[in-house]
């Protein structure tokens, strides 16, 4: 029953991160991805914090700063980069191959064994995005190409080593440190590089408490405690239900129009994420079973 919940509550993260592309082009000023970034990450950060009362120790300085800038700092920002360079169907079909990756970076870092079953899931998922949110209007553009996969390589290898580097501490203050030191890492930038940041009016306030209060605070809380309890492999096949969730959104809200061939990239995506959690937890054990007798 744990388990279930687990996996239950984990996948919820992907659905509500599924809400970012919505929300950033109804409801922020267009053009400042660092700074937003930065909201999104600094405010639930301190909050977290404020909440758990502890502060890491400094021998984990280091690797929270690392875990900060790869989970947090240079993944917003490149995926917010993103957003606003490509259309949202080429953003999400790149960053989809961030399963992929933690294959790669949990075989290397972990010992966990790449299951054929996993590598053979998180295929299909790329290509259910594909069928799901490509369209003609998908044109290349160079650098949010480059901002779309540098993202999904940082959160990979983010994901791994919050794995790996597993303090004594609740998930809640966990996914506090990161946050806040992401946020901090990016606060001088934002100053710097985007200083024309408008003052937000009430419908910016509300873009950036959804994304810092639900999309970051609750949503990293329940994504870093399924990385510690279920392994990087299963929690990441989740990702695909990102872009699923902003397509519905897209058509929910927004009137956009469903095709028969959406439907069938959301029923692989679906198909993906079963199997690609299920061979997670074989590769997770694997790894487990590895460190035990190592």
């Known amino acids: 029953m744990t388990r279930s919940l687990d996996l239950l509550t984990t996948a919820m993260v992907p659905v509500v991160w599924g809400t970012t592309y919505i929300v950033t082009t109804e409801m922020l000023p267009d053009g400042f991805p ?97 069928l799901l949110v490509l369209g003609p209007e998908a044109f290349p553009d160079p650098i949010g190409i480059a901002a779309a996969l540098g993202a999904a390589l940082s959160m990979a290898a983010g994901n791994v080593l919050a794995s790996r580097w597993q303090p004594s501490v609740s998930p809640l203050t966990f996914t506090g440190w990161q946050l806040t030191a992401g946020g901090m890492l990016l606060l001088p930038l934002a100053l710097l590089i985007e200083p024309d940041f408008p003052v937000p009016d009430p419908a910016n306030l509300a873009g950036l408490i959804w994304l810092g209060l639900i999309g970051g605070a609750l949503a990293y809380v329940f994504w870093f405690r399924g990385i510690a309890r279920l392994g990087p492999p299963t929690v990441t096949a989740f990702s695909f239900l990102s872009p699923l969730s902003a397509v519905v959104l897209g058509w929910a809200v927004l009137g956009q129009a469903l095709t028969p061939l959406q439907g069938l990239g959301a029923f692989i995506i679906l198909t993906s994420v079963w199997f690609g959690q299920r061979a997670g937890r074989r590769a997770t054990a694997t790894a487990n079973a590895k460190g035990a007798t190592a």
Not at 38 to 61: E, F, N
Not at 105 to 114: M, V
């Open 34 to 130: 660092i700074t937003v970034a930065m909201l999104r990450a600094l405010p639930a950060g301190l909050l977290l914090l404020l909440i758990a009362r502890q502060l890491p120790p400094l021998r984990w300085v280091p690797k929270v700063l690392v875990l900060g800038a790869l989970n947090i700092s240079i993944f917003l920002t490149l995926l917010f980069v993103a957003a606003y360079r490509l259309p949202g169907g080429l953003a999400a079909t790149l960053t989809a191959i961030q399963p992929l990756m933690v294959l790669v970076f949990s075989r290397i870092l972990l010992g966990a064994l790449i299951q054929p079953a996993g590598v053979a899931a998180a295929l299909a998922g790329i290509v259910g995005v594909g």
